[in-house]
């Protein structure tokens, strides 16, 4: 079945680091692919989101570009803040029953210190 | 605009219970979506409701099932608790023709003892 692999983290940066959180997938047809922010004690937040390859999402100085050859839609960010530090989830939309089922990442913590 | 909200937001039951979460769904939207986050984990599918019938579930068993009502608020029971139920229980909302973009209320964190 469909399924989403996401870097191990961890991952720890100063601000004004480059961030980079990989992501793949695995899919039949073609999804649409998602990076979802999740805050202590919160819900999700849809960051972006690219509904077919090439496209690129952006939001907040967050962009993903959808990589159909690679099928990944790896997250960057060129300047992180403190206020990034959360867990981010990748996820892709399955189309394959009824319904449409989000597929999420085991998700990466991001830690950004001053 | 008012997002999805969610209630209760935390929610004690010992095993064998039964339990039922509530979801607003966020205004427009008409199909909602149930997810269970386990510590540490991603997300997974229970199920997902349109029209007020079940369309699409995930690997739950049948002791999780849920509503729809006519306003499209929605809500989630769990019968016989277990141990394993304990976890953080999402809801999503999602406009007409855009069953992909789900939008997330903040969770009901249940606790079984």
């Known amino acids: 079945g469909d399924s989403v692999t996401q870097m191990e983290g961890p991952v720890t940066l100063s601000e004004e680091a480059f961030l980079t959180i990989n992501c793949t997938y695995t899919?039949?047809?073609?999804?649409?692919l998602f990076w979802y922010v999740q805050y202590p004690g919160e819900g999700l937040q849809l960051l972006l989101k690219a509904t077919k390859a090439d496209d690129k999402g952006s939001n907040k100085g967050f962009e993903a570009t959808y990589r159909k050859e690679t099928t990944s839609f790896h997250l960057e960010k060129g300047s992180v803040q403190v206020s990034d530090s959360a867990v981010y989830f990748c996820?892709?939309?399955?189309?394959?029953?009824?319904?449409?089922?989000?597929?999420f990442g085991k998700g990466t913590t991001l830690s950004v210190s001053s | 605009e008012t997002g999805v909200t969610q209630s209760p937001t935390h929610l004690i039951k010992t095993r064998g219970q039964q339990v039922t979460l509530r979801c607003s769904s966020q205004s427009g939207h008409n199909t909602v979506s149930w997810y269970q986050q386990a510590l540490g984990q991603g997300p997974q599918f229970i199920f997902q409701y349109y029209r007020e019938e079940e369309n699409g579930r995930g690997n739950f068993p049948p002791r999780f099932s849920g509503l729809q009502f006519p306003n499209y608020s929605s809500e989630l029971n769990v019968n016989a608790l277990e141990l394993d139920d304990s976890a953080l229980y999402l809801c999503?909302?999602?406009?007409?023709?855009?069953?992909?973009?789900?939008?997330f209320g903040p969770g009901t964190r249940l606790t079984v003892l």
């Open positions: 899919a039949t047809g073609y999804p649409s």
């Open positions: 999503a909302s999602s406009p007409p023709a855009g069953a992909d973009t789900q939008y």
């Open positions: 996820a892709l939309s399955d189309r394959s029953q009824a319904g449409t089922a989000l597929i």
